[in-house]
């Protein structure tokens, strides 16, 4: 026989007896949250109605995971409202409630002050941020950072909020 016919029988009974590389499962998809339009509005209209009070802000919708869904930081936002808004965000997702009733619990617990600075994705409890719900249970939470006082963050998630309805849910 042929050395190249040699060399191609070989090549294919050696590819016949190698099994079929199994692919890479898929990546999983993000956990359970709100729909990418309705919360690029919300976060716009939250923006906004901070605009509208003369507050630069950072709008930042996660999901029930605490993973970013969107993120937008309006005009002249300073660059840290985005990593406070994070922090907001994901006090929400721990303790399940809005981040301002957290913040008003470690005023009178200091184990539950200590575990939130220890806490390096919270590291502050701070006002401005709250849980989106659908069905009574938790799929993200809604987060504003750049106006003097998370107060006044918090208004502008609760008009974004009301604004967007059930679409964010």
């Known amino acids: ?65 605490g993973v970013p869904i969107v993120m937008l930081s309006g005009d002249g936002a300073a660059e840290r409202t985005q990593a406070i808004a994070s922090q907001k965000a994901w006090t929400v997702i721990k303790y399940k409630v809005p981040s301002g009733d957290i913040a008003d619990r470690v005023a009178q617990d200091p184990a ?26 938790l799929i993200g939470a809604f987060a504003v950072s750049g106006a003097p006082g998370g107060d006044k963050d918090e208004v502008c998630v609760k008009a974004a909020l009301d604004k967007a309805g059930q679409a964010l849910k």
């Open 1 to 65: 026989m042929n050395r190249t016919l040699v060399s191609i029988l070989a090549g294919c009974a050696f590819a016949a007896a190698t099994p079929v590389l199994a692919q890479a499962p898929a990546a999983p998809s993000r956990a359970p949250g709100p729909a990418l339009g309705p919360a690029v509005d919300a976060a716009r209209d939250a923006v906004e109605a901070c605009r509208a009070n003369g507050y630069k802000t950072t709008a930042l919708i996660v999901d029930s995971a």
């Open 112 to 137: 539950l002050d200590a575990a939130i600075k220890a806490d390096p994705q919270i590291t502050r409890a701070r006002r401005g941020a709250l849980p989106i719900m659908a069905g009574g249970q």
